[in-house]
């Protein structure tokens, strides 16, 4: 049911809210610095949506993949950069296919019995880095959004990622709120 969600009508109300919000610019700071500090060719941002984070992107290739079609028209827009239809859970890449692989505020908006699909996702079609940015908590719970449950979990994502792949290892990590232009995340930038 949350695929369905996001993929339609709520997912494009979700689109008209955040569009234009007012602290996207400020990404471009984050951004410039993170590839400053891990170059790379090639970026996959899963959950891509309207391209607020793919047109900080500095790579050779740019893509993203994102359920809501009206989303990814608005992300099209956007030059370099290459977006498809796809749930998470079944990305049209190949394996090894991106040296960068994220989520940035994906990974709590899918159920428990997604969130494994979606990190093996990610693991198979990342070369070299995976970067998950998500709100974290130390327990997993559920969050009640816009009036709605089963819509938003919050996890400890940093611990699932390492208990699952242990030849990950963990090479940086950091919060990010409202004056960087995100909605008070946590990053971890894991290496393969």
């Not at 970067?131 to 130390?138: A, H, K, P």
């Not at 709605?148 to 242990?166: A, F, H, M, N, T």
């Not at 409202?178 to 894991?190: P, Q, R």
Request: hydrophobic residues 40%.
């Amino acid at each position: 049911m949350t695929a369905e969600r996001w993929s339609g009508s709520f997912g494009d109300s979700y689109l008209q809210r955040t569009i234009d919000a007012p602290m996207l610019p400020r990404r471009g700071e984050f951004w410039h610095n993170f590839f400053l500090k891990y170059p790379v060719k090639s970026v996959l941002e899963i959950g891509a949506g309207a391209g607020a984070t793919l047109r900080w992107l500095k790579a050779n290739r740019i893509c993203g993949v994102d359920i809501n079609a009206n989303a990814l028209a608005v992300a099209r827009t956007l030059p370099n950069v290459d977006v498809a239809l796809a749930e998470a859970t079944h990305v049209p890449y190949s394996d090894d296919s991106f040296e960068l692989v994220f989520t940035c505020g994906l990974l709590i908006h899918l159920p428990e019995n997604k969130l494994g699909g979606a990190l093996d996702e990610m693991y198979r079609l990342t070369l070299r880095l995976l970067l998950v940015m998500e709100y974290q908590s130390v327990t997993a719970h559920e969050i009640e959004y816009r009036g709605e449950c089963g819509l938003l979990w919050k996890r400890p994502y940093d611990q699932i990622v390492k208990q699952r792949y242990s030849q990950l290892t963990l090479i940086d990590e950091g919060f990010l709120g409202h004056d960087d232009g995100f909605d008070d995340l946590n990053w971890s930038l894991f290496s393969k």
